[in-house]
């Protein structure tokens, strides 16, 4: 009995092994050591602080995501409402009691990491709502009730994260939340009518903002008007991203960078140098690489038989492609600054585990892509 057991649990893990997305994988490899690289250039080619932060924690969140995959997917739809749950007490204890910096009050010293409870909301807003939509019934999506059970999901994180201020990854999280109930099947009218209500009353939202997020909307719309204070970092992103040219200045040499002209450059500016160092063609290179790594997660979500896992890889794949299109289109000075680190490549702890955590699911949506969840 033992020896069918053990020859059934070998056949179980061949099986899993046999059913990995080894192509995702190999992508999610390739962008970490990008982002050691790059990690290592805006130490000035030393390995100090930064790059080896990032390098341990990509050592221990990339492991974390491949045992985490092996999970089956019935666990996440489990663990659904109780993930999201843990993270909103997370965001209220940190609206109490987090760390301040800079302003704000949006982390939590757990010792080893100082946990960003909103970057882990991205993903947990996901998992909640595809659970919730998972037995909503196609001609039942837009009753008041489950819209209103589903805009109550959604609100309760944002206006957390408001408050500690944090408007930009309030955003993110609400447009993540917005693609799950479009995929599910919400009338598109909904979108219109709250786009066109956005658009009439932008001049009283704007009129509750923050100073600093009110400087931040006119130096997007006029960079030149403050070019020395506000308008400087968005100026010297245009400016490193344009002298990188077709082919770059070469791995070290973005005079930019190493000139200390551009600041943040390792956390949400991180495409600004490689842009410089690495050009127009490693850029594209760099956009290639998403967008195989959005197209195996589309892929995954496809061939998955329930609906639980379908809607979280679309979610995922959507919430993905917009990160990294808010990213580059902010230092590019197509958007607003909203403080929207570029998955993988950004420092940042929470950030990349909470990418990881995605991933994971993902894959582990892959392995048991043939299971039906009742």
Known sequence: MYQINSLNDQSSILQKLKNFDYILIVCILLLGLISVLSMYSTDGGVI??????????????????VFL????????HFFGYIFYFIILLFLIWASLHGIKASGSQRWINLYFINLQPSELMKIAIILCLAKFYHRVQLDEVNSFKNML????????????????????????????GLLVMWLAGLNVKYFIYSFLSLIISMPFVISFLKPYQKLRILTFLNPDRDPLGAGYQIIQSKIAVGSGGLTGKGFLKGTQSYLEFLPEKHTDFIFTLFSEEHGFVGSVGLLLIYVIIIYRVLKIGSISRSHFAKLFCYGFASAIF?????NMSMVLGLVPIVGSPLPIMSYGGSSL???????SIVLSAKINHKQLIG
């Open 69 to 76: 995959s092996f999970f089956n997917i019935k666990f996440w």
């Open 48 to 65: 100090l602080y930064h790059t080896k932060s990032h390098i341990f924690k990509f050592l221990t969140f990339f492991p974390m995501m």
């Open 353 to 359: 585990l909470a990418t990881m955590i995605g991933f």
């Open 322 to 326: 917009l990160y990294v299109t808010v």
């Open 149 to 176: 059970i589903s805009l109550t999901i959604l609100i309760l994180p944002i206006m957390l994260v408001i408050s500690q201020p944090d408007l930009g990854t309030s955003i993110l999280i609400a447009l993540s």
